[in-house]
């Protein structure tokens, strides 16, 4: 049988299971280059970059294997533009018996696949990733068997399933979660680990080119690209974080320093989410490093957890609750979401430098996400729909599984508490614990009225007053409640109207002209359609055909 084998940009595995049983005489690999997958949100530049790079390179290493591959390049002479049309082209140019292809990441992706049946003329088999360690088909079943769902409960079952940090089936360590010894600020005179880059070669300085001339209005520079693009560059980033960055891993984890956006993370990332690195093998390199002496288990199990635990758990629940769980906002969030989270220009240093290192990097770390942009998307009350659309835009790793539940969930508790059980709502004596950021504000992070009061302080007391009916009763919210109580009406009054007055004022909106440039140019991502719940689960129509 003569097999078309399809690869999505982000599987790019030698030991993806749409490459499993290859024919190396007879199938074709394809993977295509297509505008529709580049801009159904503008991804940052660095994004698109990124991956066509590890494209072409993942393409080059095949044909080095003897295998055919198909690439479809962007300029190509009649590229489509989008996977269908491409594939359609691919079966008319090899005459497949069928198309074996694995399946995608997002949902978006997946209903696409399904209209293949009636657009393709031959078979498509869909087989499950098992790049990841929790197969959907599991989750789904310990999801209908654990309500609330909780990260940690989920974690410890696959500490368990997959033997990782345990020993005669017990915790090493006589702990699951090492959290209490993590997250310290960053000590006087900090030196940030020097960071391992990748220099563009020939390829990727090629497709930074195209990207620079076919997307010039996407948000981002690319003069700082630095990632690894192909499977041997990403083992080395891996390496490196291991031997430098893992041993002070999680009492770092949480600290945030003007001018080290990378500090003690991984940023393996995007390499990860794209298949040059595999979970378990990530995993294990850093059990390894516990075992041989050279991290301590407070920052081996931390940062274990959040891809044994969170990463699987976030795609788990991703595919188990949508397409519904996208559609809910359940905190009624509805302003707009203000232009600085395009161009950086606030006051708010904070959130200046976290939208700037957004745009030279394509990265910002956890905290920064959650607990900076989340936490003020969270506080103004901002749109879900163009929240999320920003996350998916800005960030190399950005793929729907992951960015929705971490921001619908985790960050904006659009869902109620499904992913967590309450909001990461945080005052500016969080990022002031945590960052060096206040002091260099406009603002003063001591103040909670006063022109000068800092926005977090304002709009954390105004979040709290305003969702007390649904959040006051919620135990892990009972201090900030009881502080809340304590304040007098005069007081609270006072909070609100400045929280207004600010909401209202200058800094949430669109400084002059630029909604016409964004419109023209940069381009404000269009909200995301919400679909209806259809009653099928993914798992249900996921093809039977696939066993492997
Ligand atoms: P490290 O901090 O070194 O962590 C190691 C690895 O753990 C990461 O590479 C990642 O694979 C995994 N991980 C850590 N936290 C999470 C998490 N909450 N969910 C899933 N995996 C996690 N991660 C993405 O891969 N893509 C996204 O689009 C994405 N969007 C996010 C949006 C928000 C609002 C928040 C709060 C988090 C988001 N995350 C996302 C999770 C996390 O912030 C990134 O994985 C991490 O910053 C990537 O950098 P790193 O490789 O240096 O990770
Ligand atoms: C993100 C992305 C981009 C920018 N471009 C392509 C592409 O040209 N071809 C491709 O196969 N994949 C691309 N991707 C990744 C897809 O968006 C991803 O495979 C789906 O979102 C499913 O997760
Ligand atoms: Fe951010 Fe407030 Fe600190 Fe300024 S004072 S950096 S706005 S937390």
Redesign the pocket.
């Known amino acids: 049988m003569r097999s078309l084998r399809f690869v999505l940009g982000d599987q790019l595995h030698r030991g993806l299971s749409a490459l499993a049983d290859l024919d190396a005489d007879h199938d074709v690999v394809l993977l295509v280059e297509v505008r529709a997958e580049a801009t159904y949100v503008r991804h940052h530049k660095q994004k698109i970059a990124f991956l066509f790079s590890a494209m072409r390179h993942f393409a080059a290493e095949l044909e080095a294997e003897g295998l055919t591959v198909d690439y479809v390049r962007l300029d190509e002479p009649g590229n489509t533009g989008a996977f269908t049309g491409e594939l359609k082209r691919a079966v008319a140019r090899h005459d497949p018996d069928r198309i074996v292809v694995t399946e995608p990441g997002e949902w978006r992706v997946w209903e696409m696949m399904r209209g293949w049946d009636a657009d393709i003329p031959v078979p498509v088999e869909v087989r499950h990733d098992d790049r990841f360690l929790c197969p959907r088909r599991d989750f789904a079943a310990w999801a209908g068997d654990h309500r609330p769902l909780r990260m940690e409960t989920f974690y410890r079952g696959m500490r368990r399933r997959t033997g990782i940090l345990m020993r005669d089936g017990e915790p090493i360590g006589g702990r699951w979660n090492f959290d209490r010894d993590n997250r310290k600020p960053l000590p006087r005179g900090y030196q940030a680990p020097e960071r391992r880059g990748f220099v563009p070669d020939a390829i990727t300085r090629e497709v930074v080119a195209l990207v620079e001339r076919d997307f010039p209005g996407h948000f981002g520079t690319l003069a700082g690209f630095a990632w690894p693009v192909t499977r041997v560059q990403a083992l080395d980033a891996l390496a490196h ?1 291991i031997a430098d960055c893992l041993p002070a ?1 999680g009492d770092y ?1 949480d600290a945030m320093k003007t001018g080290a956006p ?1 500090l003690h ?5 995007p390499a ?2 794209a298949g040059l690195l595999t979970a378990g093998e990530v995993c294990r390199a850093a059990e390894e490093a516990f075992h041989a002496g050279s991290a301590p288990l407070h920052c081996v199990e931390g ?1 274990i957890r ?2 044994l635990g ?2 699987e758990y ?1 795609r788990g629940l991703y595919w188990a609750r949508m397409p519904a769980y996208a559609a809910t906002n359940v905190l009624d969030a509805r302003r707009d979401l203000p232009w600085f989270y395009w161009s950086g220009e606030t006051q708010m240093n904070c959130l200046a430098q976290c939208v700037g290192e957004t745009r030279d990097n394509a ?4 905290i920064q ?2 607990m900076v ?2 936490n003020f998307a969270l506080l103004a009350g901002l749109d879900p729909a163009q929240v999320e659309a920003w ?2 835009a800005v ?1 190399a ?3 729907e599984w ?2 929705l539940p ?2 619908h969930g ?2 904006l508790w659009a869902d109620g508490g499904i992913l967590g059980s309450k909001p990461y709502a945080a005052s500016g004596a969080y990022i002031d614990r945590m960052s060096d950021y206040c002091g260099a504000c406009r603002y003063d992070v001591a103040a909670r009225t006063g022109p000068t009061a800092c926005p977090f302080n304002l709009l954390y007391w105004r979040f709290l007053i305003r969702h007390a009916e649904r959040l006051a009763d919620n135990p892990r919210l009972e201090m900030p409640y009881r502080s809340l109580a304590r304040m007098d009406a005069a007081r609270k009054v006072t909070i609100v109207d400045a929280a207004e007055r600010f909401l209202a004022g200058p800094e949430m909106g669109p400084a002059p002209g630029y909604r016409e440039r964004a419109e023209l140019d940069l381009g404000r991502p269009p909200p995301r359609q919400r679909r209806v719940p259809t009653g099928e689960t993914p798992e249900d129509a996921l093809t039977t055909a696939s066993k492997n």
């Open positions: 974080f891993f984890q990378f993370h991984a940023l393996i990332a990860l989410n940062f959040q891809i969170w990463r976030v990265y910002a770390h956890h996400r959650l942009t989340g996350y998916l960030y790793d950005a793929y992951v960015e971490n921001v985790m960050v």
